[in-house]
């Protein structure tokens, strides 16, 4: 049964007289304001849409892909008349990442005003200012920073005990286990205790209900990414494309964050709080806070922190696994590694991890290959030059990781999972921008250390406990369409214990 969206179509339709109105008027001062300088390079584009196909289609990198081995590294695209520049290599990346941070640091707020996720008060899509880096400087302090990593190490070495214990108990019974459910659980609990000093509960229900709206979230990625680009066009319009589904996903945020709050409030020592939301609390309280944060900024915030950071792990573990189990030398090269260093008496702890270089380079390949964001989206603030291009202000910059992570001029056989090709390497590939799964520059991201935590010892627990069987000969790598990078066929195995258990 096919269903239409009316209300999109209207909107569509709506969209391409608006863009027919103004192609004359809008494109012809473009072009004027080049200033000497051509604009980079434009592939054929199709009537009033421009390139928009191109980013509908379901497998958008791999279609932007294709276009960039075809006509270049840097494109000039247009969707219906709003430019959109498309990175597809390392040096063009590096170019703009190094001589063009500060202009490219800003994202723009979709208009859905009073949606925690793309509204006015989230932390992601915040301009470049005073109210990003006050978010940002708390993030990094109380959660995502070095220190902040090592205070709450006892938090996630729990955690992936309970892991473990799900996985055994899942072997003792003989029983499938869906991956990404149980490395979802994980990171969520991990998230909520750094930073809220608890995790949803389970016997009334509601974490259940969070890992259901986390899953929904991400299912909304691609419209929230297609509502950011078109933000002008719609802007102009007065049109919210798919507002009922971002404020239903939204609003059921709100609620669950707002109990969450109020017993912060209501704690009675409450002055002692030291978490996160404490001291977010804190500054929505105070007057004379540094920065004054209202509750939707708050409650935004932790959005972001599940969605920018549940997903996009447990998706990375998933494929990564997956890539271990089809190739059994990199199992056993691993399973040698782990067993040499941790032994077989006790759970790996995030403290092997530097003593575990296979490891780090299998992490790091997984994330080459199938990098759970595979497009990073940015916004020119000032129109520039780039390798000699005019690029004009305002331009949205579409990086696509993908394609640079598998560009035949930095990596030899490039669609192979090969781990060696990081060992002995020190990081060189992210300086040269050649890897860049988490993005670059003051907007990367700032997880990147805590998600490699996740991966590694997930990854590690799963290779240094048990032996995987899994239906047919090999694991299915075929992605999902959609804007994140999603298995299609989610990894389900079952374990079956390969060391003496560990009791905790
Ligand atoms: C495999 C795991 C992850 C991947 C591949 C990933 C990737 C990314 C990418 C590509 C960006 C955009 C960077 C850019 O524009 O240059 C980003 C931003 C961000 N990520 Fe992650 N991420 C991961 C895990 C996490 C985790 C665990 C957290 C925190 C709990 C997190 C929090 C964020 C935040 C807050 C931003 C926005 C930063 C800003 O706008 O200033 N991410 N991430």
């Given at each position: 049964?096919?269903?239409?969206?009316?209300?999109?179509?209207?909107?569509?339709?709506?969209?391409?007289?608006?863009?027919?109105?103004?192609?004359?008027?809008?494109?012809?001062?473009?072009?004027?304001?080049?200033?000497?300088?051509?604009?980079?390079?434009?592939?054929?584009?199709?009537?009033?849409?421009?390139?928009?196909?191109?980013?509908?289609?379901?497998?958008?990198?791999?279609?932007?892909?294709?276009?960039?081995?075809?006509?270049?590294?840097?494109?000039?695209?247009?969707?219906?008349?709003?430019?959109?520049?498309?990175?597809?290599?390392?040096?063009v990346a590096y170019e703009i990442f190094k001589a063009h941070d500060l202009n490219i640091s800003s994202r723009d707020n979709?208009?859905?005003?009073?949606?925690?996720?793309?509204?006015?008060?989230?932390?992601?899509?915040?301009?470049?200012?005073?109210?990003?880096?006050?978010?940002?400087?708390?993030?990094?302090?109380?959660?995502?920073?070095?220190?902040?990593?090592?205070?709450?190490?006892?938090?996630?070495?729990?955690?992936?005990?309970?892991?473990?214990?799900?996985?055994?108990?899942?072997?003792?019974?003989?029983?499938?286990?869906?991956?990404?459910?149980?490395?979802?659980?994980?990171?969520?609990?991990?998230?909520?205790?750094?930073?809220?000093?608890?995790?949803?509960?389970?016997?009334?229900?509601?974490?259940?209900?969070?890992?259901?709206?986390?899953?929904?979230?991400?299912?909304?990625?691609?419209?929230?990414?297609?509502?950011?680009?078109?933000?002008?066009?719609?802007?102009?319009?007065?049109?919210?494309?798919?507002?009922?589904?971002?404020?239903?996903?939204?609003?059921?945020?709100?609620?669950?964050?707002?109990?969450?709050?109020?017993?912060?409030?209501?704690?009675?020592?409450?002055?002692?709080?030291?978490?996160?939301?404490?001291?977010?609390?804190?500054?929505?309280g105070n007057e004379n806070s540094e920065h004054k944060i209202t509750r939707n900024h708050i409650k935004s915030l932790f959005?972001?922190?599940?969605?920018?950071?549940?997903?996009?792990?447990?998706?990375?573990?998933?494929?990564?696994?997956?890539?271990?189990?089809?190739?059994?030398?990199?199992?056993?090269?691993?399973?040698?590694?782990?067993?040499?260093?941790?032994?077989?008496?006790?759970?790996?702890?995030?403290?092997?991890?530097?003593?575990?270089?296979?490891?780090?380079?299998?992490?790091?390949e997984g994330l080459r290959l199938h990098p759970p964001l595979p497009l990073v989206v940015r916004t020119l603030q000032r129109?520039?030059?780039?390798?000699?291009?005019?690029?004009?202000?305002?331009?949205?910059?579409?990086?696509?990781?993908?394609?640079?992570?598998?560009?035949?001029?930095?990596?030899?056989?490039?669609?192979?999972?090969?781990?060696?090709?990081?060992?002995?390497?020190?990081?060189?590939?992210?300086?040269?921008?050649?890897?860049?799964?988490?993005?670059?520059?003051?907007?990367?991201?700032?997880?990147?250390?805590?998600?490699?935590?996740?991966?590694?010892?997930?990854?590690?627990?799963?290779?240094?406990?048990?032996?995987?069987?899994?239906?047919?000969?090999?694991?299915?790598?075929?992605?999902?369409?959609?804007?994140?990078?999603?298995?299609?066929?989610?990894?389900?195995?079952?374990?079956?214990?390969?060391?003496?258990?560990?009791?905790?």
């Amino acid at each position: 049964m096919m269903t239409v969206d009316y209300q999109n179509c209207f909107s569509f339709i709506l969209l391409c007289f608006f863009s027919l109105l103004c192609h004359s008027l809008f494109f012809k001062k473009l072009k004027d304001q080049q200033g000497g300088y051509d604009l980079p390079p434009s592939p054929p584009s199709l009537p009033i849409i421009g390139h928009l196909h191109h980013l509908l289609s379901s497998l958008a990198h791999k279609s932007l892909q294709k276009l960039s081995s075809k006509y270049g590294p840097l494109l000039y695209l247009s969707i219906f008349n709003f430019p959109v520049v498309l990175v597809s290599s390392a040096s063009v990346a590096y170019e703009i990442f190094k001589a063009h941070d500060l202009n490219i640091s800003s994202r723009d707020n979709p208009p859905i005003d009073e949606s925690l996720l793309i509204g006015s008060s989230v932390f992601v899509g915040a301009p470049y200012g005073d109210y990003w880096k006050f978010m940002k400087k708390l993030l990094v302090t109380k959660i995502l920073g070095t220190q902040a990593l090592e205070r709450s190490r006892g938090v996630r070495e729990d955690e992936l005990e309970r892991f473990y214990t799900s996985l055994l108990d899942k072997a003792t019974k003989k029983q499938s286990v869906e991956i990404g459910k149980e490395a979802t659980k994980l990171i969520i609990n991990s998230i909520c205790r750094m930073s809220m000093g608890r995790s949803f509960s389970e016997e009334n229900g509601e974490a259940e209900r969070v890992r259901g709206l986390v899953t929904e979230l991400d299912g909304l990625t691609k419209k929230v990414l297609l509502v950011n680009i078109l933000r002008w066009p719609l802007e102009k319009l007065g049109i919210s494309l798919f507002k009922k589904e971002i404020m239903y996903v939204s609003d059921s945020f709100g609620e669950v964050l707002e109990r969450v709050l109020v017993e912060h409030e209501e704690k009675p020592d409450k002055h002692q709080g030291n978490d996160l939301m404490d001291v977010l609390l804190e500054a929505y309280g105070n007057e004379n806070s540094e920065h004054k944060i209202t509750r939707n900024h708050i409650k935004s915030l932790f959005v972001e922190l599940f969605l920018g950071g549940t997903d996009t792990s447990a998706q990375t573990i998933q494929w990564t696994m997956a890539e271990i189990i089809n190739d059994p030398n990199i199992l056993t090269k691993l399973r040698e590694e782990i067993d040499s260093v941790v032994g077989k008496t006790r759970l790996i702890q995030e403290t092997d991890l530097p003593k575990l270089p296979y490891l780090e380079s299998v992490v790091k390949e997984g994330l080459r290959l199938h990098p759970p964001l595979p497009l990073v989206v940015r916004t020119l603030q000032r129109s520039g030059e780039i390798k000699g291009f005019y690029v004009p202000e305002k331009t949205t910059l579409v990086v696509n990781a993908y394609a640079v992570m598998r560009d035949p001029s930095s990596w030899e056989d490039p669609d192979e999972f090969k781990p060696e090709r990081f060992l002995g390497k020190k990081g060189d590939e992210r300086k040269a921008l050649k890897h860049i799964a988490f993005g670059s520059g003051r907007r990367g991201c700032p997880g990147s250390n805590l998600a490699s935590i996740f991966i590694g010892t997930v990854i590690g627990t799963m290779v240094q406990c048990f032996d995987w069987r899994i239906i047919g000969d090999k694991v299915k790598m075929d992605e999902a369409g959609g804007i994140n990078l999603t298995m299609a066929y989610p990894l389900k195995l079952t374990p079956i214990p390969r060391i003496e258990p560990f009791i905790f």
